[in-house]
């Protein structure tokens, strides 16, 4: 696997764990993160400006989605691998 991917996997672990932290530190609700991810997956959708092929949409989209199972997991209480939310978003796309 490409050294730049397995960062970006820990990237997004990292920041699905810091949302979890903000949340039970009181500081947002999974609401908001659910809202805050939905506007980004909305200007990612809606970004005309680019000219994005498909594949390359899905692309930019895919961390966003792995953010929102990650944040909709959390607040069921529970906990999965990258390995895991990147099959859930391939299912669910």
């Known amino acids: 696997m490409n ?40 200007a990612v959708e809606d970004d005309d400006d680019h000219e994005l092929s498909d594949s390359n949409r899905a692309a930019t989209l895919f961390p ?3 953010l929102v199972l990650a944040n909709e ?3 069921r209480g529970r906990d999965f691998t990258f390995s895991d939310y990147a099959e859930l978003v391939g299912k669910l796309t």
């Not at 397995?6 to 908001?32: C, F, W």
């Open 3 to 42: 050294t730049a991917n397995l960062q970006l996997e820990g990237l997004i672990m990292a920041v699905a764990a810091l949302s979890s932290t903000l949340v039970a530190k009181g500081a947002v609700t999974h609401q908001d993160i659910a809202a805050a991810l939905g506007r980004a997956e909305k």
């Open 73 to 75: 997991a959390a607040q």
């Open 64 to 66: 966003i989605r792995v």
